[in-house]
């Protein structure tokens, strides 16, 4: 089964999501595509100032940065090096210690020197990170933000998964903030899928009741925090 995966690196939900699909895909024996979809260009009529925390337009900036040098990295060195590099991303991001929140802390993130280093983990070359300041490249990712959302619908957010491409169904989540065990990621793909393929489905939801289980949000299994939306277009917080 092949499957699209749109992510952003600066998304912690994408990170997780994707975590969970990396351990599913050799249990259900599905072949991932990476594609991107980007939180700025998707909130690209949203007033900032007024919607988001102080930090938000700066990382989310930084994802879109991110986003033209993965971009450059598939058209250049394939989809088998930009699977590396989604990973790696992954990785710098989400599996290091808290940075604080603050728009320079989270913009740090779209830096060439930053991005050096995540193309280092990944086996590319670090002159790449280069890439960042390209504008060029963001009609690609405008692009295949758009393809995201012509499948599943605007009132959504990341990550956004495809089944069968180009035409099966697709789905915005799962959202989940903790990965679960083997057992229980087929399990959840399997519902996620289920759910999905019924033709009048449309929306299962609650609200986030901890922070994502990640290193660079300190929290660790088994405790709870306060998190914000990443997804929609308003300021929210869940407990």
């Not at 991107?36 to 102080?54: E, G, K, M, T, W």
């Not at 300041?133 to 499948?151: H, I, K, M, N, R």
């Not at 679960?180 to 399997?190: H, I, K």
Request: some cysteine; overall charge negative.
């Amino acid at each position: 089964m092949d499957v699209r995966f749109w992510f952003d690196p600066v998304c912690p939900f994408c990170w997780m999501t994707s975590k969970w699909l990396r351990l599913v895909a050799p249990q259900r024996d599905l072949a991932i595509e990476w594609r991107f979809i980007s939180l700025r260009l998707l909130n690209a009529h949203v007033d900032y100032d007024a919607q988001f925390p102080p930090e938000y337009e700066a990382g989310h900036t930084a994802g879109l940065r991110a986003l033209r040098v993965a971009a450059r990295v598939r058209k250049e060195h394939g989809p088998e090096a930009l699977d590396r590099l989604q990973e790696a991303f992954g990785r710098h991001v989400f599996e290091q210690e808290p940075v604080p929140d603050t728009a320079e802390a989270k913009g740090a993130r779209g830096t060439d020197a930053f991005v050096a280093g995540v193309l280092t983990t990944a086996g590319l070359p670090p002159e790449l990170a280069e890439t960042v300041e390209d504008t060029a490249w963001d009609t690609v990712v405008q692009a295949e933000t758009d393809e995201a959302l012509a499948a599943t619908g605007r009132d959504v957010g990341t990550p956004i998964i495809q089944v069968d491409p180009p035409d099966g169904l697709a789905f915005f989540g799962p959202v989940i903030s903790r990965m679960p065990t083997e057992e229980q990621a087929g399990e959840l793909w399997d519902h996620a899928v289920g759910l999905a393929r019924f033709p009048g489905f449309a929306e299962l939801k609650r609200s986030l009741r901890e922070q994502p289980q990640l290193p660079a949000f300190g929290v660790a299994a088994g405790e709870v925090g306060v998190v914000e939306d990443w997804h929609g277009g308003s300021r929210r917080q869940h407990r």
